[in-house]
Each structure stands twice: as C-alpha cells, then as structure tokens.
DNA sequence: CGTGAAGTTGATGCTTCTCAAGCGAAGTGG
DNA sequence: CCACTTCGCTTGAGAAGCATCAACTTCACG
C-alpha cells in the first residue's frame, strides 16, 4: 500500500469521476469524510486477484491496467483505465477479486470502504441506475473482446490494440501518440499474443508507413488504415 | 414474428423468473397487462444485431443461443440461455442490439416493452440494485470466457465447452448428458474453432472414455477429467 | 564503460485451419 | 418402395499461421 495524502472531494478537479458525478453535496461530504487516497509508484499493484473484497477504487489520476492471471501466470490485459475510471467494480457482491490492477505510471487512487459504497448506492438511486449502465456497457466492451480475440488474426489483433490503447487515454480519435508507453509484452498480454509477434508486426506497420516508433512510443499515422488492417467490423449502438 | 399466447404472471409456474423474482403483487399485475408471449420454433430468430431496441425478453420455456456475428459472418456465441433467463439486457441504453438470439428449441418467449420496463425499474430499487448484480455476474463470466478464448489450445477449449453447456443447461454437475444437442458448428461457435476441430477432439475424447457419442448427443461419463483437460483455473470469488 | 533488461530478428517446429473426399442418416419424388 | 438428393459429420493431407527458441542489438542506469 503505498503513501496516503486525501483530498477533499468538493475541491475535487475531476469532475467526471465516476463516484462523484451523480451525488448531491450531501453525499459528497459523507464520501469525503470516508475515502482514504493513496498514492501508488509506477508498476505498482493497487488489486490482487484473490484478495478479500474491501471496497471499491477511483482513479484520481494516472493510468492503469487491469487484467487477468490465466495460464502459466499469462497475463491477460481486461481494460486500460484512467482518471475519473471505476476500480474493483467487478468485486461488487463477490467475497475476493477476480482480477488485478497495477499502475502504468504513478497513480493517486481513492477508496471508499465496501459498506459506505453500499450505503451511498442505496441512497441514491440515480447512482444505482448510472452504475448498472456502467456494467452494461462494460459487457458489451468484453463481448466484442471476447469476440475479436476468438475470430482475428495476431496481425488484427495488435493493430486492434493500437486503436484501442489510443481510444483508452487519447481524447481526440486520430493520427498521434497512443497517450502511453507500454512494453512489448503488455501490449501482447492485451493482443492475446507474444511479444515477438508484437515486435514483428510493429515493424510491419512501420515499414508500410501506418505507424512511427521512437523507443516506448508509437504514433498512429493512419488511423483508418491502421482500423482496416484490425478488420473492424463496425459496432453499432 | 411468432405466435402470441399470454399467460398470466400471477399463475406463471416459473419462480426463478428474472422479472418476477424481486416484484409485489402490484408489479406483477402490471407486467401481466403490458407484456406479450410469443412463440418460436426451433432454429428462429428471437433478436436480431442492429435491430432497434424495443424492450426486453424472457424465457417462460426452451433454450436459446446468444451470439455475436463476426469476421465473414462467423457467429461467437456468448451465452446459452434457459427458462427464467433474461434476453437483450445487452440492449439496455443502446439504439440497436448488440447481439443475436435464436431459439435451440421451440421456445415461449415473455416481452416488455422497454418505457414499462424502464418504470418497473425506477419503481422498484431491490430490481435495480440485483439487475445491477446480475450485469457484474454478466461481466466476470464474460472477462473469464475472453481470457479462456485467448489463452487455451482448441483441446481445452472444446473440453470447457461441453462443461459450460452442461452448467447452462443441468442443475445437477456431475456426469451425464450435457442437456442439449448442438451442432458440431455450434459447438466450435461457442468454443472458437472450427467444426472439424470440434470433431476430431469429441472423438479423442470418446477414445479417452471421457465422454459418450450417441448421434448428437453427448454424455460425460468423467467431468473431473473433462475438467482437468480444460486446463481448468478455479475461479475465486 | 559494464551490466542487465527489453527489444529485434530469423530459424524451426508445432498447432490449427482449410480443403477435399467419403460416409451415413433423413427427407423427396418418381 | 426404392433411387436420389441433401445435409451434417468424419477423417486425412497439405498449407498457413503462430509460438518458441536462440542469437544478437539497443538502451537505461549505476
């Protein structure tokens, strides 16, 4: 657990997260009183899979990926999360988590106890309703993984990576910087391949002149090739 | 579109039914006037992707196959589904559905239109908060079968198939029949692989005396073993 | 500099998909 | 009642895709 250092909610810059955005200041004020900020280091774990539930987790800033222990403690990337972004949600109502959370870069994190977090959903039934929304549209992103990992290529795959590290951390959709620096084999943990593969198919984009790499960085230079390439059925809804 | 024959909700012999289980007689009176059963032959099409949400479905009898249309058409299916079981919550906040739903066997079919739907939800907050459970129930489900379809050989996936069939559809685990018959298709859809796979694999399997072949019937005769061949990770939580 | 970790690249072999041929059961029409 | 077609299943051979392994390079950092 890294160092503690709150903040008060009502003086809280970020005006979309997901705690805050849909309560009265009432409640603001209870959640204050309650949360405990931490600060986490770079490569830092925030979650274990199996660890007992405590509560739930809000990214108050930085970048962090969530995934899963598979096969021969083969990571599999779920998510890559950002300010304002739910943590340990898919703890609710189970006794240990089934996932895990690390920080790709220094992170501050507030928590608020499982119990209080109970208590803010049942009192506020707007946030009962936006949370379920949540989850729903969290099924729908898996589902499309789900799919996409089962019928594309390794070639589809970390070009379908590459829109969506971008589409994770980049407001702006475009050509530019994916928004964060990630090794070859978390980018391959998130593809669902290996980092050889990656590195091969990386340079592939390079040569044909859809992305450019400077060290850890990667530019999209064409976006729309880069979501041919990946096969992109488009999702509607 | 097929037949329409209601029943009334009161006298519905199904207890375990999503939308009855959490209402008050008052609800259920409600949802008797507003909703309309229909019935589909096997092999019908229930919910088609992109066709406009109108409202959510139940089961009142048969199965039914929830699948994700994919590259050059290949179906990924996502879900098996049984009396009580809910159908086209993935709709929920969206224009369009995500997903197709298409009937294993002739099925009845219980519908409410998605403004009622919207007003038993608001009214009624043990609905929200355990719909809200059933989606994170949705999600972990989900983020596991995305890791499995990414991390196992066609082995394993095709011997985690015939296990998750049966616990869709039997009560009981243990050995035995797996509850429905699907095609070799269908049953590389929901693994991720091909028919041929799927049949050379059942036959291992038969050879191993793990399972029993009698047409498209399949019975497990070793579950723990069948299990063990998944590569099977518990599951915490 | 020197060391270790991360990334690149090529060779190799395994896994899986694809294609094609053959089989059998179920249904159709003469 | 029996050819005839059709459809799904099985099985094998060949090809393609992918992971693994190993050698080498690059980079960060003491």
Redesign the interface.
């Known amino acids: 657990m890294g160092k503690r250092t709150n903040i008060e909610c009502e003086k809280c810059p970020n005006k979309d997260c997901s705690l805050l955005r849909y309560c009265n200041s009432t409640w603001l004020k209870f959640i204050s009183e309650h949360k405990a900020c931490t600060t986490y280091k770079k490569g830092q774990q925030i979650i274990y899979?199996?660890m007992l539930v405590d509560g739930m987790y809000f990214i108050l800033s930085g970048k962090v990926k969530v995934y899963?222990t598979?096969?021969n403690g083969?990571q599999?990337i779920?998510r890559l999360s950002k300010t304002g972004d739910i943590l340990g949600?898919?703890?609710?109502?189970?006794?240990?988590?089934?996932?895990s959370a690390a920080a790709l870069e220094d992170c501050k994190v507030c928590f608020i106890e499982i119990d209080d977090f109970e208590q803010i959903?049942?009192s506020n039934?707007e946030m009962?309703?936006q949370?379920?929304?949540f989850?729903?549209?969290?099924?729908?992103i898996?589902?499309?993984?789900?799919?996409?990992?089962?019928?594309?290529t390794v070639r589809e795959k970390v070009a379908d990576s590459l829109v969506k590290i971008r589409e994770s951390f980049e407001v702006n959709t475009g050509n530019g910087p994916i928004g964060v620096e990630l090794s070859r084999q978390e980018i391959a943990d998130l593809a669902?391949t290996t980092k050889e593969q990656v590195s091969k198919h990386l340079a592939d984009f390079k040569d044909e002149g859809i992305i450019e790499l400077n060290g850890r960085g990667i530019n999209l230079l064409d976006e729309e090739r880069l979501k041919t390439t990946a096969?992109f059925?488009p999702?509607?809804?």
């Open positions: 899979e199996r899963k598979g096969i083969k599999q779920l949600h898919r703890g609710f109502n189970r006794k240990v988590f089934p996932i959903l049942k039934p009962a309703y949370l379920m929304a989850y729903a549209e969290e099924l729908f898996s589902e499309v993984r789900a799919r996409n990992l089962a019928q594309l669902g096969g059925l999702e509607f809804g």
